[in-house]
């Protein structure tokens, strides 16, 4: 079965370092998200990306953050300046088209900042 | 601003018996339903989903019933299995391409 792959799994960083969480969305799909899951917390929706630009974004999703399909297969999430609060499991999702089919998820990266 | 509610933490059940989780939405304008699954350390799994126009969904063990007029769903499994065990999240949207708003989870046990 097709899967969105997430890479990497774990990273830990400074405060104030610049992250890349980096996902290969299955490769028919169309739309591709970004969400985040602070620990104890709900999952909550970051910014979502069609057609080679951001079609809708969350109030979180401030110019600290910024998306990027730099080659038709990679979906990356750049976090400029992390923060303390930055510190979440992310998660990549896409979808097709198709309205009946959810999005598949993948399994995340755990961002630790120190 | 919780749009979405799960008001139940976790759900214990016996093996071979019905599971019930329920979730109730608050924002008029979602239109389409899914339940996601989520073992640890791994991303949520799509389990069913459901759009406005139905009440009822069903895929195998999985039902997923909507009342539009009271803002509520729900997941029946039956009959439960201990593989089940897991957080079982609900998510709303306002159209079948836009953005997710999920619940806070339930957690289910299903006990042998």
């Known amino acids: 079965e097709p899967e969105v792959t997430q890479t990497p799994s774990h990273q830990v960083t400074q405060m104030g370092q610049e992250v890349i969480l980096r996902c290969v969305p299955i490769?028919?799909?169309?739309?591709f998200y970004w969400y985040r899951q602070i620990l104890g917390q709900k999952v909550e929706f970051l910014v979502s990306f069609y057609n080679n630009e951001i079609s809708e974004k969350s109030e979180i999703f401030d110019d600290q953050f910024s998306v990027e399909r730099p080659d038709g297969s990679n979906f990356t999430l750049k976090i400029r300046s992390t923060k303390l609060e930055d510190s979440a499991m992310y998660f990549c999702a896409s979808r097709r088209s198709d309205s009946t089919y959810g999005y598949t998820f993948g399994s995340g990266t755990r961002l630790t900042v120190v | 601003d919780q749009q979405v509610k799960q008001n139940s933490p976790s759900l214990s059940v016996q093996e071979g018996r019905i599971s019930i989780l329920n979730c109730d939405y608050t924002?008029?304008?979602?239109?389409?339903f899914l339940w996601y699954k989520k073992y640890p350390a791994e991303g949520p799994t799509f389990l069913i989903s459901i759009s406005s126009i139905k009440d009822k969904n069903e895929d195998g063990r999985f039902t997923v019933f909507l009342n539009k007029s009271a803002k509520h769903l729900s997941l029946h499994i039956v009959p439960s299995q201990p593989g089940d065990s897991a957080v079982y999240f609900c998510a709303a949207s306002p159209g079948a391409n836009s953005k997710l708003t999920f619940g806070k989870g339930i957690t289910l046990s299903v006990r042998p």
């Open positions: 924002n008029s304008m979602f239109d389409y």
């Open positions: 490769s028919n799909h169309l739309y």
